[in-house]
Nanobody, 124 residues
Framework: HVQLVESGGGPVQDGGSLRLSCAYS????????MAWFRQIPGRDREAVAR???????IVEDFVKGRFTISRNHTKKSLYGQMDSLKAEDTAMYLC???????????????????WGQGTQVTVS
């Protein structure tokens, strides 16, 4: 049974920072590709950043330079450091995992099998 639980969201001022965490369990492949997505009401769920088991990461252009993704296999956790936040970053942020290791061409929500419930980030 795979479980992903996000934390770290909340209200933040424009220009501020937040660190998102995702604690996971039940993933049997150490190198599962994992990702942060965000969901803005009325819009499709979009990938923010993804990382494979070796630590290779891909960050989408709209947050490049402001979002850092990392993971700790020992702690079974995925992290997302968000800096220089803007109002348009307001969204529900979700942790996701694929059943396989590669991340390179997988940026669509349908490519990910496991999902957390999300943590709300509100920038004002």
């Amino acid at each position: 049974h795979v479980q992903l639980v996000e934390s770290g969201g909340g209200p933040v001022q424009d220009g501020g920072s937040l660190r998102l965490s995702c604690a996971y369990s039940g993933l049997t492949v150490r190198g599962n590709c994992m990702a942060w997505f965000r969901q803005i009401p009325g819009r499709d769920r979009e990938a923010v950043a993804r990382i494979d088991g070796s630590g290779r990461s891909i960050v989408e252009d709209f947050v490049k330079g402001r979002f850092t993704i990392s993971r700790n296999h020992t702690k079974k956790s995925l992290y997302g450091q968000m800096d220089s936040l803007k109002a348009e970053d307001t969204a529900m942020y979700l942790c996701a995992a694929r059943s396989e290791g590669t991340c390179l061409n997988y940026f669509r929500a349908r490519d990910y099998l496991y999902w957390g419930q999300g943590t709300q980030v509100t920038v004002s």
